[in-house]
T-cell receptor, first 116, second 114 residues
Framework: GAVVSQHPSWVICKSGTSVKIECRSL??????MFWYRQFPKQSLMLMAT?????????EQGVEKDKFLINHASLTLSTLTVTSAHPEDSSFYIC????????????FGQGTRLTVV | AQSVTQLDSQVPVFEEAPVELRCNYS??????LFWYVQYPNQGLQLLLKYLSGSTLVESINGFEAEFNKSQTSFHLRKPSVHISDTAEYFC????????????FGAGTRLAVHP
């Protein structure tokens, strides 16, 4: 299957700093990428839908200015957690699809963010 | 609003026993249904999916799921589990149209014991 690479796999940052997470589709072009947040022992919560060349679509309750998403090319989307606080500590996961309904979503390995 | 409900947060089972992981969805429109598996320290992987046609779908490692429209269910089953099946299992629904985003259930932790 297709490969989605997410980097870094884990990061520790100080409160107040910003952290960037990259999501790359390695062997296919992803028009649409999704960003999720997963709390311990809980499901994936969709944060936003990232579309190449346009603004991301955020889910209700997700702060746009806090979680900046950029989809600069068909193979790269980035999530920047700005002015991170301990409550932002979580597992962040990206996924990419080939676009058509019913097609498989391919997931990155996830990024464990710890804000101290 | 669309939602996916996984009724069991944890399912402990002995090796070689059968297992069923339950999933119900609510939607007023047609959906595509998926089961994803997350092994420890790994990303989510597609296990199987239902798009249309035969209501019984199978995976390559012995799992199967049956789409039941009248009960709005998509339960996952395996007749005989292995230790290696220990993982987190997520049921998901994709609403056609828009960006085809996935809505996930809360997940079921399958723990297979020797």
């Amino acid at each position: 299957g297709a490969v989605v690479s997410q980097h870094p796999s884990w990061v520790i940052c100080k409160s107040g700093t910003s952290v960037k997470i990259e999501c790359r589709s390695l062997d296919f072009q992803a028009t649409t990428m999704f960003w999720y947040r997963q709390f311990p022992k809980q499901s994936l919560m969709l944060m936003a839908t990232s579309n190449e060349g346009s603004k991301a679509t955020y889910e209700q309750g997700v702060e746009k200015d806090k979680f900046l998403i950029n989809h600069a090319s068909l193979t790269l989307s980035t999530l920047t957690v700005t002015s991170a606080h301990p409550e932002d500590s979580s597992f962040y996961i990206c996924s990419a699809t080939l676009g058509q309904a019913g097609t498989e979503a391919f997931f990155g390995q996830g990024t464990r963010l710890t804000v101290v | 609003a669309q939602s996916v409900t996984q009724l069991d947060s944890q399912v402990p089972v002995f090796e070689e026993a059968p297992v069923e992981l339950r999933c119900n969805y609510s939607s007023s429109v047609s959906v595509y249904l998926f089961w994803y598996v997350q092994y420890p320290n790994q990303g989510l992987q597609l296990l199987l999916k239902y798009l249309s046609g035969s209501t019984l779908v199978e995976s390559i490692n012995g799992f199967e799921a049956e789409f039941n429209k009248s009960q709005t269910s998509f339960h996952l089953r395996k007749p005989s589990v292995h230790i290696s099946d220990t993982a987190e299992y997520f049921c998901a629904a994709q609403i056609s149209g828009g960006y085809n985003k996935l809505i996930f259930g809360a997940g079921t932790r399958l723990a297979v014991h020797p």
